[in-house]
């Protein structure tokens, strides 16, 4: 029984780390609402991120709305551009963890985000943050 057990707790780990390594690119754009805001949800999955490439404006706030997809997997976002004034790592942990990030960046261009976590980087979980002029 103890094997059958074991077997079926690694068939849903084999499940659930599925590589974001050839993922297409999933682009949103944040939607500023009333208050001058920029948010955009962002879900981490194993190995992944939904979406992999955010797009936003210089010069208004950001919030970015991060939630761990994975019960069992623990994930963080990090992004560190302090040429454009943005510097985040935030660990979601297990279970469904959730967070907040919270910047206004300054300088248009390119900036890379990943999970720091156990190489979840190198297996695709990573994605770009795009800051446009404003």
């Not at 208050?35 to 970015?64: C, I, T, Y």
């Not at 551009?81 to 935030?90: G, L, M, Y």
Request: charge should be positive; proline fraction near 6%.
């Amino acid at each position: 029984m103890k094997v059958i057990g074991l077997f079926a707790f690694g068939l849903v780990l084999s499940a659930c780390g599925s590589s974001g390594l050839n993922r297409p690119v999933q682009e949103v754009t944040a939607r500023t609402d009333s208050d001058g805001v920029q948010r955009v949800r962002v879900m981490a999955h194993s190995f992944w991120f939904e979406p992999n490439r955010v797009v936003v404006h210089a010069g208004k706030p950001v919030e970015l709305d991060i939630k761990n997809g994975s019960v069992f997997v623990p994930h963080n976002l990090t992004c560190t551009a302090p040429e454009t004034d943005v510097t985040i790592s935030e660990n979601l942990g297990m279970f469904r963890g959730h967070k907040t990030a919270r910047f206004t960046p300054t300088t248009p261009g390119e900036y890379h985000f990943y999970c720091h976590v156990d190489g979840h980087a190198k297996k695709g979980m990573s994605g770009t943050l795009v800051v446009l002029a404003p």
